[in-house]
């Protein structure tokens, strides 16, 4: 029996019990949350066709919180489309998703779902190149300003100590005063990643972020996610095995949109199934 099977066997999913939360018209915050019976994700019976291509297939799919998970899975496998949808990017054509027991995702638009909690770092770095790795890291920061406002504007003690945390969690403390543009790609892989984290997301999607990188980069890389787990959950979507087995704990495979292994990454390295249809290509 699967892990999906076991959790709904188990009355894990107290679907009944959710309390729907819309909160059109009014800030969303990552306060609203409710992870109190342990799962932060809940993505259920996931549909979603384009011109009668289905990219997400009935997917189920369900993350703890804290929890570090890596999605893998060949190309048109549903990866991006899952996250499409956590994000708010793409509607489904069924299923429901949840982020923990009270936020209805399928409720809420982009900017809803990111101040709810849900943060999403794209394979390519986003950074404003011409400003300073700190401006960066300044311009992220969550609150409702302007960037014109929040540049001008002076640091309280509190939000600089914030700023110098991240700094200091990815590792470019020493490059605080550069100007972002002139960073190397890893460097601003992490420095994107402190922005999402200066939003305080309790969900963090992050996708391929070692494409390009060189080993040391990688390796620094790998740390950085372990880091942030535990605190957080991170989802982290990549192709690079021995990345993924260095930081995997629970490994998921999409394949034709829905899920079809789960487990540690030797056993998902060691099911037949997902050896004919990704690791055997």
């Known amino acids: 029996m699967n892990q999906a099977s076991v959790r709904a066997t188990t009355g894990r999913l107290q679907q009944p019990y959710r309390r729907l939360l819309r909160r059109r018209g009014s800030a969303l915050r990552a306060d609203d949350l409710d992870a109190s019976h342990g799962t932060i994700l809940y993505l259920e019976d996931i549909t979603v066709s384009f011109d009668g291509f289905k990219a997400l297939n ?5 993350v703890d919180a804290g929890e570090l998970r890596c999605i893998i899975g060949p190309n048109g496998a549903g990866k ?6 956590i994000t708010g990017k793409t509607r489904p054509d069924h299923g429901s ?3 923990g027991q009270t936020i209805d995702l399928l409720a809420l638009d982009e900017p809803e779902i990111a101040q709810s909690g849900i943060g999403r770092k794209f394979q390519r770095p986003t950074v404003f190149e011409n400003h300073s790795v700190f401006e960066n890291l300044e311009l992220a920061m969550a609150g409702d300003r302007s960037p014109w ?3 001008a504007a002076k640091l309280s ?3 600089r100590d914030s700023i110098e945390q ?3 969690l990815v590792g470019l403390k020493d490059r605080s005063g550069a100007r972002a543009g002139s960073l190397s790609h890893g460097q601003k892989q992490w420095l994107e990643i402190g922005m999402l984290l200066m939003q305080r997301p309790r969900l963090l999607l992050v996708d391929e972020p070692v494409a390009g990188m060189t080993p040391q980069e990688t390796e620094r890389t790998a740390e950085l996610l372990l880091s942030l787990a535990g605190e957080r959950s991170v989802i982290v979507v990549e192709h690079d095995m021995d990345f993924v087995r260095s930081i995997a704990r629970t490994v998921t495979v999409l394949h034709e949109g829905s899920v079809l292994a789960e487990g540690t990454i030797d056993q998902v390295q060691n099911d037949p199934r997902v050896v004919e249809v990704y690791l055997g290509e």
Do not use: H, I, P
């Open 58 to 62: 009935a997917l189920t799919l369900y």
């Open 80 to 85: 991006t489309t899952m996250m499409d949808v």
């Open 97 to 99: 998703a949840w982020f």
């Open 149 to 151: 406002k929040l540049l």
């Open 157 to 159: 003690g509190e939000q």
């Open 166 to 168: 991240t700094l200091q």
